[in-house]
């Protein structure tokens, strides 16, 4: 498999490292609105990806890096949401499993919100950093080059018989 060279930071342009870092803040969009629905700032960064992907490639691996690695946390937090309302709409106890789940919940979030952030410093200079899975995953889908889609790759070649 053939991949596109990756760039070096200073061919990079700064626009192009600002809209590549903006894609880890999109965790804090229902924080700026106030909202505590996790379920948006999944929504808020798909909507970033796919506003920004035309970019470069370098963009579109963070915003894709980003997006993925927030759809884990989305559905983590969500389900909290929901048991949290189920608690509280049947008047039932909040016990060990639901404290349990909590602190995992508080985990994953933190962990996500560490990577987030060195993961924006990274993009603003310029250099890839590549969450665990997530980074491979899109690294692969970026940055792989299909003939089929990538046709000024290979113009250089004679056609195909």
Same mark, same amino acid.
């Given at each position: 498999?053939?991949?596109?060279?990756?760039?070096?930071?200073?061919?990079?342009?700064?626009?192009?490292?600002?809209?590549?870092?903006?894609?880890?803040?999109?965790?804090?969009?229902?924080?700026?609105?106030?909202?505590?629905?996790?379920? +948006?700032?999944?929504?808020?960064?798909? #909507?970033?990806?796919? $506003?920004?992907?035309? *970019? =470069?490639? &370098?963009?579109? @691996?963070?915003?894709?890096?980003?997006?993925?690695?927030?759809?884990?946390?989305?559905?983590?937090?969500?389900?909290?949401?929901?048991?949290?309302?189920?608690?509280?709409?049947?008047?039932?106890?909040?016990?060990?499993?639901?404290?349990?789940?909590?602190?995992?919940?508080?985990?994953?979030? +933190?962990?996500?919100?560490?990577?987030? #952030?060195?993961?924006? $410093?990274?993009?603003? *200079? =310029?250099? &890839?950093?590549? @969450?665990?899975?997530?980074?491979?995953?899109?690294?692969?889908?970026?940055?792989?080059?299909?003939?089929?889609?990538?046709?000024?790759?290979?113009?250089?070649?004679?056609?195909?018989?």
């Amino acid at each position: 498999m053939d991949y596109h060279p990756l760039p070096q930071p200073d061919q990079i342009e700064t626009r192009v490292k600002e809209d590549a870092m903006g894609a880890y803040f999109m965790m804090f969009a229902t924080a700026a609105m106030g909202l505590p629905l996790p379920i +948006l700032n999944l929504v808020a960064a798909i #909507i970033y990806y796919y $506003v920004n992907r035309d *970019k =470069g490639r &370098f963009v579109q @691996f963070h915003t894709l890096q980003s997006l993925y690695s927030q759809i884990p946390v989305t559905l983590l937090n969500s389900g909290l949401v929901v048991w949290t309302i189920v608690n509280f709409a049947r008047d039932l106890d909040f016990f060990g499993f639901y404290w349990g789940y909590l602190v995992m919940v508080a985990t994953a979030n +933190l962990v996500y919100f560490i990577f987030s #952030i060195v993961g924006a $410093v990274k993009a603003r *200079k =310029g250099v &890839f950093y590549y @969450f665990l899975f997530f980074g491979k995953l899109a690294y692969h889908q970026v940055y792989r080059i299909r003939p089929e889609r990538d046709q000024s790759t290979f113009s250089n070649r004679p056609p195909r018989q």
